[in-house]
């Protein structure tokens, strides 16, 4: 960094100033008074004078209050947490409130563009300081002094002044950016910080409810991804450790407020949630796949004679946010597909296709679950136009023998049990509200039940009683089995 | 059918740094501008203390029914936050009157002499937030320019 | 396996909206009236 001699004692020297400005009792809250004399001081001292010293007064303000409270977290000789907490506020609250205040004042007043490259400057330096030190005191990293800067900061900048809810959009979006950068892959040890950030109730606010036109769904939706993406390993093998399930109970608490205020957003993206998740954590696919329109009434599914049929929904295609083509990789794979359905060539293209999917021989880890992902939804959206462009419905008579039937029928039979498992899945995640594709899969699903030539597969999608499932040998393999199977029938009828 | 998948090396380390965190858990004050008097300090009580907040705790409805002196203590106990709203927006309905110069909750405590378009003169009853209690006030003149 | 959605201290049949007193993915609890900031008039901020 070659500091220029003298800068930290200037900045150390400025920044206690101001701390000391901003907590003395006269100034009482609105410290915007000793604002104006302290930009003079920072002038003064020549601080203003090049963007790279602004740079280096606030990478050096940033680690100054980090070591401030790192020293006073670490005191031993006072443990008593309620008290020490509030005094690291003091100090972090005050460089936020400098912050707030430069971004707020710089350039003039209506000329946005020097405002969020000051912020962005800043969250940047945060962000990177952050970085550093996690990387560089692993176990011994403190969360706190970053998440309280973070919010303190959104906080100020969230507050309802014209001049901010001018550059809120922006705010926002640099926000989400650096809670990119500090995603949990990249720093797990900020990740119950991290969590708590971007589930922060103004936070949730301003992104997906007043924000207008879901601007900020997807940047929203990219930061659920980034969540999902790195617990998957750790939920992915059903043991979870303590801090593990932490995550998991935290992230449940967030899904369960998305579910019940924002069920729109889950549906618009949850096909990109689904397609990080493990496939074999049922409770939280199963709490995004559950979410459905608000205007929408939902029919009993115990209704006895439920006519599926009749729900004018079910003509509806769901919206999706993923360009699923774009995911159906390589290309020449793409090619093959599309011109298999379009005219039942190259014959060659339905014995490649598990090879097409298979990426290694290890058990649990042999396909490529995205490519399955999207080649199902793919193939199913074709299907439904391919029958609404012969002026049907999609019906257990409609969706058989075709390209598209071919291929789902090809992988019943051809993939192993842990590739039928991830298709099934595939197919599972489309079956939601009613809609277009929830019809579709549902059809199709009892097709694939009553074609199949072994129970295996039989056994894998349904055990619902109109199909004898009490009669097959399966049930009866173990008088435990038996058990299990009854009082989970139980507990659904 | 898909089994365990071991961890990678690279999640192992993240598995650590996260486990280190998990002994040091952001505390509920930490994302709250600081409270001069009650911060958000959860601790443990008696499990058989009421652990969740009562029902509709946080509707005027509620508020209403509250005690003047309650209302006082969060009106100046819990400022800027929902709570002392709620407990201005109860005061108000019980015919209370924010005076914005003296900062303090008036109530007529008769018919006042004089009412004109700009005060009105009679007694009051006021709550002196310093003392902390409720004062008499004799010919008190409420004008209706600091009428908060 | 897993866990029981109706112990994590949300009221998830509230008819109003849960977020804006949601206390966190650590709380067992929603903020209370006093957690949550507001915008009231400048004259009542007294100390």
């Known amino acids: 960094y070659e500091d220029p001699p003298g800068l930290v004692e200037k900045t150390d020297f400025l920044l206690r100033e101001w701390i000391n400005i901003y907590n003395s009792q006269h100034q009482g809250r609105d410290s915007t008074k000793a604002f104006s004399i302290f930009v003079h001081q920072m002038n003064v001292h020549g601080i203003l004078k090049t963007d790279d010293l602004i740079t280096r007064f606030f990478r050096l303000s940033t680690q100054l209050c980090v070591e ?7 005191d031993k000789s006072n443990a008593n947490m309620t008290l020490i907490r509030p005094k690291c506020y003091h100090t972090l609250d005050a460089f936020v409130r400098l912050v707030s205040l430069l971004v707020k004042h ?15 400057k800043v969250l940047g330096i945060v962000a990177g300081c952050l970085l550093q030190d996690h990387d560089t005191r692993t176990v011994d990293f403190q969360q706190m002094p970053y998440q309280r800067i973070f919010t303190m900061l959104f906080l100020e900048l969230n507050a309802p002044e014209p001049i901010l809810e001018a550059i809120n959009l922006h705010v926002l979006t640099a926000y989400c950016h650096t809670f990119h950068i500090l995603r949990p892959s990249k720093a ?85 949630f689904c397609d990080v998740i493990p496939p074999n954590c049922i409770q939280m696919r199963n709490l995004i796949l559950s979410a459905f329109p608000r205007t929408m009434r939902l ?46 060539a190259p014959v060659t293209f339905l014995s490649e296709l598990r090879s097409n999917l298979q990426i290694s021989n290890e058990p649990g880890v042999r396909y490529n679950i995205s490519l399955m992902n999207a080649l199902v939804l793919y193939v199913g959206t074709q299907a439904i136009a391919y029958i609404r462009n012969k002026g049907l419905t999609p019906s257990m008579s409609t969706i058989a023998h075709s390209a598209h039937m071919d291929i789902f029928q090809n992988l019943t039979v051809d993939l192993d049990t ?76 | ?64 029914r509250l005690g003047t002196e309650t209302l006082f203590f969060v009106f100046y106990y819990m400022e800027g936050t929902k709570a002392q709203y709620l407990a201005a927006k109860a005061l108000k309905k019980q015919s209370w009157r924010f005076h914005t110069k003296y900062m303090m909750w008036f109530q007529r405590h008769e018919e006042p002499k004089i009412i004109n378009e700009e005060y009105e003169q009679g007694t009051y009853i006021y709550f002196d937030y310093e003392k902390w209690g409720q004062r008499k006030k004799e010919g008190f003149t409420f004008e209706y320019k600091y009428l908060e | 396996l897993g866990q029981d959605l109706t112990a994590l201290g949300l009221n998830l049949n509230s008819p109003e909206n849960l977020y804006p007193s949601f206390g966190g993915p650590w709380a067992d609890h929603p903020c209370r009236p006093q957690d949550v900031d507001f915008h009231v008039p400048p004259e009542y901020l007294i100390n």
């Open chain 1, 68 to 74: 401030t409270v790192y020293r006073a977290l670490l």
């Open chain 1, 106 to 120: 710089s350039g003039d007043a209506n000329n946005t563009t020097t405002k969020i490259h000051l912020l962005n």
């Open chain 1, 188 to 272: 797990a040890g900020f990740c119950y910080a991290w969590l708590e950030l971007i589930s922060h109730r103004v936070f949730i606010g301003r992104m997906l409810a007043t924000t207008p036109q879901q601007k900020c769904w997807s940047l929203y939706a990219q930061l659920l991804v980034d969540l999902f993406r790195y617990l998957a390993p750790f939920l992915r093998n059903a043991e979870l450790a303590k801090p593990v399930t932490m995550l998991y109970k935290g992230t449940l608490r967030v899904l369960l407020v998305l579910l019940h205020d924002f069920p729109e957003f889950l549906c618009d993206y949850y096909y990109g």
């Open chain 1, 299 to 344: 029919p009993d599914p115990f209704i006895p004679n439920l006519k599926v049929d009749m729900l004018p929904e079910i003509s509806y295609a769901p919206r999706i946010n993923t360009n699923i083509s774009l995911t159906i990789s390589p290309a020449q794979f793409k090619k093959d597909l599309d011109s298999y359905l379009k005219a039942r």
């Open chain 1, 418 to 493: 842990e590739g039928r498992y991830l298709f099934f899945n595939a197919m599972a995640n489309q079956l939601r509200y009613p809609n277009s594709h929830t019809h579709y899969f549902s059809c199709t699903f009892l097709y694939l039940f009553a074609e199949a030539n072994t129970e295996v597969i039989q056994e894998q999608i349904t055990r619902n009683p109109t199909y004898k499932f009490w009669q097959h040998q399966f049930v009866h393999c173990a008088p435990e089995i038996e058990k299990l199977f009854e009082s989970v029938a139980r507990s659904c009828f």
């Open chain 2, 1 to 64: 059918p898909l089994g365990a998948v071991p961890l990678q090396k690279e999640h192992q380390q993240q598995f650590q740094l996260m486990e280190a965190a998990y002994y040091h858990m952001p505390h509920p004050s930490d994302t709250e501008r600081i409270r001069t008097y009650l911060p958000r300090n959860p601790c443990n009580t008696p499990s058989y203390y009421i652990q969740a907040p009562l029902f509709n705790s946080d509707t005027p409805e509620f508020y209403q």
